[in-house]
Antibody
Framework: EVQLVESGGVVVQPGGSLRLSCAASGFTFDDYTMHWVRQAPGKGLEWVSLISWDGGSTYYADSVKGRFTISRDNSKNSLYLQMNSLRTEDTALYYC?????????????WGQGTLVTVSS | QSALTQPPSASGSPGQSVTISCTGTSSDVGGYNYVSWYQQHPGKAPKLMIYEVSKRPSGVPDRFSGSKSGNTASLTVSGLQAEDEADYYCSSYAGSNNFVFGTGTKVTVL
């Protein structure tokens, strides 16, 4: 059974930093592209970032480019999101999501999310 | 990248059908056959219902179907059931390794 478990969400002040983690199990982690997607309270979904199976390619939404860094450790079956220069508008539930086999154009499994609150 | 446009709400009685639209541009929905749909119950993570416009993942009932015409994609839920009441989001590849989601539609089963 595929499982994705996010952690690391806390309350942080504007301008602060935070690292989110996602522990994966139930599938061969290093075979798949992984994504981060976020959802502000009461709002819709927003794609944040993706990383290729080997970590060699990373891409970001314009809203986080230059502030967030996605990474992975395939030896630990883990995905990360380093978040710097946080803004109040980054407040959201952050989901890690797995891409399907042989594709990265959708999100076939999601974690339960970890809540990041940016507030003074 | 602007969000794809979905109607805020849709409804139907049990057994009826409901169709949700998802309108984008030629740079996203119209330009690629990479539209997917997600169901989200309150307090839960999204669940993939349709990918690549019309493909259903294993385990998703065949009551759910997807299609696309031009810059607009659609999700149809046939034979509505109480458990179909949820928020639904479309998503599309938008080129240059970017993705965009729809604004979301709340489906109510009357």
């Amino acid at each position: 059974e595929v499982q994705l478990v996010e952690s690391g969400g806390v309350v942080v002040q504007p301008g602060g930093s935070l690292r989110l983690s996602c522990a994966a199990s139930g599938f061969t982690f290093d075979d798949y592209t992984m994504h981060w997607v976020r959802q502000a309270p009461g709002k819709g979904l927003e794609w944040v970032s993706l990383i290729s199976w080997d970590g060699g390619s990373t891409y970001y939404a314009d809203s986080v480019k230059g502030r967030f860094t996605i990474s992975r450790d395939n030896s630990k079956n883990s995905l990360y999101l380093q978040m710097n220069s946080l803004r109040t508008e980054d407040t959201a539930l952050y989901y890690c999501a797995k891409a399907p086999p042989r594709s990265y154009y959708s999100f076939d499994y999601w974690g339960q999310g970890t809540l990041v609150t940016v507030s003074s | 990248q602007s969000a794809l446009t979905q109607p805020p709400s849709a409804s139907g009685s049990p057994g009826q059908s409901v169709t949700i639209s998802c309108t984008g541009t030629s740079s996203d929905v119209g330009g690629y056959n990479y539209v997917s749909w997600y169901q989200q119950h309150p307090g839960k993570a999204p669940k993939l219902m349709i990918y690549e416009v019309s493909k259903r993942p294993s385990g998703v009932p065949d009551r759910f179907s997807g299609s696309k015409s031009g810059n607009t994609a659609s999700l149809t839920v046939s034979g509505l059931q109480a458990e179909d009441e949820a928020d639904y989001y479309c998503s599309s590849y938008a080129g240059s390794n970017n993705f965009v989601f729809g604004t979301g539609t709340k489906v109510t089963v009357l």
